[in-house]
C-alpha cells in the first residue's frame, strides 16, 4: 500500500465548476501538506501547504486536512481553464526533508 | 534570479552510457533534491543534500550518484543507464528550514534510454 493515494483522474468539469482533489495517507506522523500544480511539460509549482490540522485559504483556493481521517482536500472555486493541470499532494513529517507525493490528478476546466 | 535551471532538456542515451544531469540554483538555498517523475507514480525522491559536502539517498536511488561540492549545484549522474530509468527529473531547491513547504523545482529533464 502506498504512504500517499492520489486519484489520478482524468477530471473534466464546467467552467465556473467547484472542483474537490483529494488525497489519503496511511502515515500518521505527517505534518506538513503540500497542494502543487504542475501545467504539462512544466515543474511543479508550490500552490498552497497546511501545517498540521484546519483549513487554509487562498483566493479562489481552499486546503483542509482532516488527520483523524488521514484525508486531505483542495477545493477550486469558480474553476477557469487556466487551472487545467495536474495536482500533486505532498506531505512530510517534522523530521527530516523527504516529501511523499500523490500520484497526481489531472484536471480538464472546459470553456 | 533565475531559480533552478536544469540542462538538457532533452537527452536519448543508449543502455549502458553514462551522462550527468545538471542542475543549478542561484537562491543560496542549503537544500536540493533530485526527484523522477513516472506516470501513474507521481514524484519520486532520488537523492537530496543538506548542504555542500553533504547527501543521502531517496526512495530510488540506485543507478544514480550525486555530490553536492558547491551550494549551487547538484548533478545527477547516471552510471550505466538502463531502459528503466526512462522518465522525467526534476531538481529541486529549498531553504533549510523550509524544506517541503517552501520548494522551487526546475523545467525537468525528459530522459529516454533505448
Known amino acids: 500500500q502506498k504512504e500517499v493515494e492520489q486519484d489520478p483522474g482524468p477530471l473534466s468539469v464546467p467552467e465556473g465548476a467547484i472542483v474537490s482533489l483529494n488525497c489519503t495517507y496511511s502515515?500518521?506522523?505527517?505534518?506538513?501538506f503540500m497542494w502543487y500544480r504542475q501545467y504539462s511539460r512544466k515543474g511543479p509549482e508550490l500552490l498552497m501547504y497546511t501545517y498540521s490540522s484546519g483549513n487554509k485559504e487562498d483566493g479562489r483556493f481552499t486546503a483542509q486536512v482532516d488527520k483523524s481521517s488521514k484525508y486531505i482536500s483542495l477545493f477550486i472555486r469558480d474553476s477557469q481553464p487556466s487551472d487545467s493541470a495536474t495536482y500533486l499532494c505532498?506531505?512530510?513529517?517534522?523530521?527530516?526533508?523527504?516529501?511523499?507525493f500523490g500520484q497526481g490528478t489531472e484536471l480538464s476546466v472546459k470553456p | 534570479n533565475a531559480g533552478v535551471t536544469q540542462t538538457p532538456k532533452f537527452q536519448v542515451l543508449k543502455t549502458g552510457q553514462s551522462m550527468t544531469l545538471q542542475c543549478a540554483q542561484d537562491?543560496?538555498?542549503?537544500?536540493m533534491s533530485w526527484y523522477r517523475q513516472d506516470p501513474g507514480m507521481g514524484l519520486r525522491l532520488i537523492h537530496y543534500s543538506v548542504g555542500a559536502g553533504i547527501t543521502d539517498q531517496g526512495e530510488v536511488p540506485n543507478g544514480y550518484n550525486v555530490s553536492r561540492s558547491t551550494t549551487e549545484d547538484f548533478p545527477l549522474r547516471l552510471l550505466s543507464a538502463a531502459p528503466s530509468q526512462t522518465s522525467v527529473y526534476f531538481c529541486?531547491?529549498?531553504?533549510?528550514?523550509?524544506?517541503?513547504?517552501?520548494?522551487?523545482f526546475g523545467p525537468g529533464t525528459r530522459l529516454t534510454v533505448t
Open positions: 505532498a506531505m512530510k513529517n517534522n523530521q527530516g526533508g523527504k516529501l511523499i
Open positions: 537562491m543560496n538555498h542549503e537544500y
Open positions: 529541486a531547491s529549498s531553504p533549510l528550514d523550509r524544506v517541503g513547504y517552501e520548494q522551487y
Open positions: 502515515n500518521s506522523a505527517f505534518q506538513y
